[in-house]
């Protein structure tokens, strides 16, 4: 099993690295891979591209200037893993899930933003996988100050379309968020069953 940190802060910048600490036989995590991210809040692993590789979606939240910036899919490849990235638009993205949630084969991103630099009130969005090309396509849903995104199971909410559905936490209002809760790094621990970052 291989571990990825979402890293959002240093005490100084905003703009550093997250992690990727590789398992192995010889000595578990004592090996990391670098990733720039941009005060990184949150990743989730999944092979987007069906190429047998899991691919990083990583949320970014501030880069020292703005929210208004992209958060990043990192591809997975035989010939080196994460060296390429794609960028996709998001506004203080605070999280994101991945599900194939039209039951078309191909996986979906969601982005739960936060804040536009203004306001909370703004909308999270979908990036719609495709055969023609993933993730050109986005669907906005209204939200305000998401923090976070969970995409639940069919059955969870008596939901019997055979859809799944999103649920995104809110926060109401700047006045109701606490800074406090930020520590460095936000990171999420993540176990990839049955396969490992590095294998096809």
Do not use: C
């Not at 996986?107 to 804040?115: E, M, T």
């Not at 986005?138 to 999103?166: D, P, R």
């Amino acid at each position: 099993m291989d571990i990825v940190f979402s890293n959002n802060w240093n005490d100084t910048s905003v703009n550093i690295n997250s992690y990727i600490y590789w398992g192995a036989a010889t000595g578990p995590y004592s090996t990391k891979t670098e990733l720039a991210t941009s005060g990184a809040r949150g990743n989730s692993i999944a092979d987007l591209n069906t190429d047998g590789y899991p691919d990083i979606v990583f949320s970014n939240y501030h880069n020292g200037s703005t929210r208004n910036i992209n958060s990043y899919i990192y591809w997975g490849a035989s010939s080196g893993p994460y060296s390429t990235k794609t960028e996709l638009a998001t506004i203080g993205a605070t999280g994101n899930s991945i599900a194939d949630l039209n039951n078309d084969g191909y996986l979906d991103i969601v982005f739960s933003n936060n804040w536009n630099d203004t306001s909370g009130n703004i909308n999270s969005y979908i990036y719609w996988g495709a055969a023609t090309g993933p993730y050109s396509t986005k669907t906005e849903l209204a939200t305000s100050g998401a923090y976070g995104v969970s995409i639940a199971g069919s059955n969870i909410f008596g939901n019997e379309s055979g859809y799944t559905g999103n649920v995104i936490p809110l926060w109401a209002t700047q006045g109701g968020y606490s800074w406090g809760l930020l520590t460095s790094p936000e990171y999420q621990l993540v176990a990839v069953k049955n396969e490992q970052l590095n294998s096809g």
